[in-house]
Antibody
Framework: QVQLQESGPGLVKPSETLSLTCTVSGASISNYYWSWIRQSPEKGLEWIGY???????NCNPSLKSRVTISVDTSKNQFSLKLSSVTAADTALYYC???????????????????WGQGILVTVSS | QSALTQPRSVSGSPGQSVTISCTGT?????????VSWYQQHPGKAPKLMIYDVNKRPSGVPDRFSGSKSGNTASLTISGLQAEDEADYYC???????????FGTGTNVTVL
């Protein structure tokens, strides 16, 4: 059974960089797409971006200038860095895998299953 | 890119049907058949319920169905059960620039 676990600091100071890692267990990180998604009371769910096992990435244009997503296949992990954070970046951050669509035989960016349990990151001095 | 618009809440009695709308534009919901729906219980991660407008992943009850008309997608829960009480979010592909956008979320209450 595939499991995802987010890790990283729960408190980040304004203007600093938020850094999170998602560790994948029970399956290889290969072939799939891996996303970061966040949730806050103010904005609801917000897709941040994805990375493939080969390292190709793309992200929400509203965050693009501040987001870096990377993958370490040797550790079966992928990571998120969000720079110049403000209080508006306070949220529950999830990592998720894009599913394999058995009907089409395609690996999908957008069908998120499974998800990690989420990690609350607060931006405050 | 604005979030897709959903009603804040809907409710129904056990056994009834409820429908949740998800309104976007021709640049997202109306332009592609890549609308999915997620169910989220309190304190839990979202769960994929419908994808590509009307397809159900394995294990999702057939009480859940999806459809789309123009710029509005809909999720219908038939034969409402107590465990269906949750928040529901739509999600859509929005083209090569914006990529993906979530809906504002709808709380379903089983009376």
């Amino acid at each position: 059974q595939v499991q995802l676990q987010e890790s990283g600091p729960g408190l980040v100071k304004p203007s600093e960089t938020l850094s999170l890692t998602c560790t994948v267990s029970g399956a290889s990180i290969s072939n799939y797409y891996w996303s970061w998604i966040r949730q806050s009371p103010e904005k609801g769910l917000e897709w941040i971006g994805y990375i493939s096992d080969s390292g190709s990435t793309n992200c929400n244009p509203s965050l693009k200038s501040r987001v870096t997503i990377s993958v370490d296949t040797s550790k079966n992990q992928f990571s998120l860095k969000l720079s110049s954070v403000t209080a508006a970046d306070t949220a529950l951050y999830y990592c998720a895998r894009g599913s394999y669509d058995i009907l089409t035989g395609n690996y999908r960016i957008d069908l998120f299953d499974p998800w990690g349990q989420g990690i609350l990151v607060t931006v405050s001095s | 890119q604005s979030a897709l618009t959903q009603p804040r809440s809907v409710s129904g009695s056990p056994g009834q049907s409820v429908t949740i709308s998800c309104t976007g534009t021709s640049s997202d919901v109306g332009g592609y058949n890549y609308v999915s729906w997620y169910q989220q219980h309190p304190g839990k991660a979202p769960k994929l319920m419908i994808y590509d407008v009307n397809k159900r992943p394995s294990g999702v009850p057939d009480r859940f169905s999806g459809s789309k008309s123009g710029n509005t997608a809909s999720l219908t829960i038939s034969g409402l059960q107590a465990e269906d009480e949750a928040d529901y979010y739509c999600f859509s592909y929005a083209g090569s620039f914006t990529l993906y956008v979530f809906g504002t979320g709808t709380n379903v209450t089983v009376l």
